[in-house]
């Protein structure tokens, strides 16, 4: 088993920046890529940011591109989620997923991830 640990999450201003992380630990393994995604009220789950563990390849949401950037550390088994110029339609539970085999579902496939954290809430205030 692998737990996902999100935190960082909290109320700030549009137009502020708030940095999340998760932690993962339990099972030792190759992870292949972790990801964020997010749940506003109301909608569906939507994937923010993804990376790949090794190559560190990456991919954004449209919406976020140019605000956002996602980044893994090794030592701590961490991968963090920079939010900048945020806006009120970034406000949601945002998750953290680790995929950890290669699979042929797209990195912004919420199918194609094995295990999730609890969640931490972002509000944006306008």
């Known amino acids: 088993q692998v737990q996902l640990v999100e935190s960082g999450g909290g109320l700030v201003q549009a137009g502020g920046s708030l940095r999340l992380s998760c932690a993962a630990s339990?099972?030792?393994?190759?992870?292949?890529?972790m990801a964020w995604f997010r749940q506003a009220p109301g909608k569906g789950r939507e994937a923010v940011a993804a990376i790949t563990w090794s190559g560190g390849t990456t991919y954004y949401a449209d919406s976020v591109k140019g605000r956002f950037t996602i980044a893994r550390d090794f030592a701590k088994n961490t991968v963090y989620l920079q939010m900048n110029s945020l806006k009120a339609e970034d406000s949601a539970v945002y998750y953290c997923?680790?995929?950890?085999?290669?699979?042929?579902?797209?990195?912004?496939?919420?199918?194609?991830?094995?295990?999730w954290g609890q969640g931490t809430q972002v509000t944006v205030s306008s």
């Open positions: 997923a680790v995929r950890v085999q290669f699979n042929h579902y797209s990195y912004d496939s919420a199918g194609g991830y094995d295990y």
């Open positions: 339990g099972r030792t393994l190759s992870r292949h890529a």
